[in-house]
């Protein structure tokens, strides 16, 4: 069975997180939307969506959508999110979540008392790469983890992106920043201990707009952890690492593992490195939620662990001298 996909807006990110996915899967992309018809037109010929709407509500409430997908600018997420709820529909929203830790709760308690399904767009914790990585923290090869490096890198966004938005709720924290955190927070899940933000830096582009920021944490163990975040690389960049007291282990590449699927080894009896399948990280997400959705599988996320990704993000810009979204 196939999931008949309703999307909002015409993004850049469209083509790689449901698109492709949809393709490569079966599902069909029924119906899109943007502010701009035009824009949808070209949208929905380039890519094969069935038809466009004149508006983000006639998509969320078109009875011939099961699951609607929101990659529109950060702080649409939420209302548009309230909006598909309401009409009883699942959603996979891009992260972040929302804009803020309170926003997000609000999001979380409708979805919850609906009873509507809801996913973050962490693609990355669905790849092979990522749940290696996770099974190198525990399994005691790197003997015990001592620090936790998230590094993401990307050049600047053209000045009139919504990423540098205080309005959109822009900001490196929010666009990338909250990967390392969700990182962290995983890792902690899964034995490390929940972590503690210890400090944050930032440099601001605009009044309230981040253009980097570094969240330093610790672990119950005493292990360290790093989220480095920059939007004015002079390329993109996004790896994780894993030091212990017996090695260290680098993802190359953990967001766009269809592209660089490697992790690096090290131990005292050498270098290796393991290939984990260049499938997208973001088809194995779609395939995730359509299984939960058409057989009940249980997803590995749900709404609680969103509300407290958005706690840290706020806690991060707190710590770092700002004010959330």
């Not at 409430?61 to 309230?82: I, R, T």
Request: proline content about 6%.
């Amino acid at each position: 069975m196939s999931l008949r996909i309703g999307v909002l807006g015409a993004s850049r990110i469209a083509e790689n997180a449901i698109v492709g996915p949809a393709r490569d899967l079966g599902h069909r992309l029924v119906v899109v939307a943007a502010r701009d018809p035009q824009r949808a037109r070209r949208f929905a010929d380039t890519y094969g969506v069935e038809r466009i709407a004149d508006s983000y509500a006639d998509v969320v409430g078109d009875a011939e959508v099961d699951v609607v997908y929101n990659p529109l600018a950060n702080s649409l997420h939420a209302p548009w999110n309230l909006a598909a709820i309401k009409a009883g529909k699942p959603v996979l929203t891009e992260k972040p979540f929302a804009r803020n830790h309170i926003e997000a709760q609000q999001v979380a308690d409708a979805a919850t008392a609906a009873g509507v399904s809801m996913l973050e767009g962490f693609h990355y914790l669905f790849h092979p790469v990522t749940q290696r990585m996770f099974e190198l923290a525990t399994d005691g090869e790197l003997g015990e983890i001592r620090h936790v490096e998230v590094r993401m890198a990307m050049p600047a966004p053209a000045p009139d992106d919504p990423r540098w938005s205080l309005d959109l709720a822009g900001g490196a924290l929010m666009d990338l920043g909250c990967y390392g955190l969700h990182i962290m927070r995983q890792l902690g899940a899964r034995g490390l201990g929940r972590p503690a933000i210890t400090a944050a830096h930032a440099s601001q582009r605009g009044p309230g707009v981040d253009e980097w920021c570094d969240v330093e944490l610790r672990f119950p163990s005493g292990a360290t952890g790093c989220s480095a975040n920059t939007m004015t690389a002079e390329a993109f960049s996004f790896t994780v690492k894993l030091v212990g007291s017996k090695g260290d282990a680098l993802a190359h590449d953990f967001i766009k593992p269809h592209t660089d699927d490697r992790i690096t080894i090290r131990t005292p009896g050498g270098t290796r490195v393991e290939h984990l399948g260049t499938r997208a990280s973001y088809t194995y997400q779609l395939d995730a939620f359509a299984a939960h959705l058409l057989d009940h599988v249980p997803l590995p996320i749900g709404v609680d662990d969103a509300v407290q990704n958005m706690h840290y993000v706020d806690a991060a810009y707190r710590a770092a001298g700002m004010s959330p979204r």
